[in-house]
């Protein structure tokens, strides 16, 4: 019962932080939903209709959207990163939330479900706006709803394990440029954006075998059997484990090295 009782307590508090950190979060929903909408047109506008006058597949704006519906969140990873960095140099307000009657593990699983839960908000605007940029140039007969539910839910917890985890290697807020550059852009321009493993694999195979290191090509090839059917891409079952075990490892060396720099006891 004391155990039952106590993790009661933790989950009540975990709860109330979150409601906290969701009602700031409605402060900036609007203006966030603004960019992904400009966003999402720009690229459905360029990829739909410009690229194919220079000779690119009609097909290939599917491969977009399924990439763009996967990349949505990814957006927020940097200005998260940005922010706890801030406050582990300036008001460490996060040293606050260790005083409380919590393990000072479950501190940063507030940050990462946060970070998850407030990626996923953004991913219904995705498909709605590329459906009124695109109209009939895209095809969504092959969607899967399951799959698309299980898959957008582990991008947004792998995008929240790997903030942390980016948050953990970086020395400094003068230091935090290197993020986007260093880490984040190459994960994205290798994770399948505009490409899928498979097409990468028969270029450059040696490439392909160490893209599967790279989380964000599980990210993106799930999503895209989610919505366009599994030929031509790797199998979902695959991505979906490959996800949680990144999720796993991130959060484990995310927390560890967390810990030590805020000299958590």
């Not at 400009?38 to 290939?60: A, C, N, R």
């Not at 801030?86 to 990462?112: A, K, M, N």
């Not at 893209?211 to 599994?230: R, S, T």
């Amino acid at each position: 019962m004391y155990y039952i009782s106590r993790m009661k307590s933790y989950g009540y508090i975990l709860g109330q932080l979150l409601r906290t950190d969701f009602k700031i979060f409605k402060q900036t929903i609007v203006d966030k939903i603004i960019d992904m909408c400009i966003w999402v047109t720009m690229i459905s506008f360029v990829f739909g209709y410009l690229m194919p006058q220079f000779g690119v597949s009609d097909t290939f704006i599917n491969l977009q959207v399924a990439g763009m519906v996967a990349s949505g969140a990814m957006f927020g990873l940097f200005p998260n990163v940005v922010e706890l960095v801030s406050d582990f140099e300036g008001d460490q307000i996060v040293s606050f939330y260790s005083t409380l009657p919590i393990p000072t593990w479950l501190v940063f699983v507030r940050f990462f479900i946060f970070f998850a839960l407030s990626g996923m908000v953004m991913v219904p605007v995705v498909l709605p706006m590329a459906k009124i940029v695109l109209g009939s140039l895209i095809d969504l007969s092959a969607i899967h709803l399951g799959k698309c539910a299980l898959i957008v839910m582990l991008t947004n917890f792998m995008y929240g394990a790997l903030t942390l985890f980016l948050v953990s290697f970086v020395p400094s807020i003068q230091r935090v440029g290197s993020v986007w550059m260093r880490f984040i852009y190459p994960m994205w321009m290798l994770g399948g954006f505009q490409f899928s493993w498979q097409v990468l694999y028969k270029v450059f195979p040696y490439i392909a075998y160490a893209d599967l290191c790279n989380p964000m090509i599980y990210i993106m090839e799930g999503n895209k059997v989610a919505l366009l059917g599994q030929a031509g891409f790797l199998p979902f079952w695959y991505c979906v484990a490959a996800l949680l075990f990144f999720i796993v490892v991130a959060m484990i060396f995310a927390i560890r090295r967390l810990k030590r720099r805020l000299d958590f006891v």
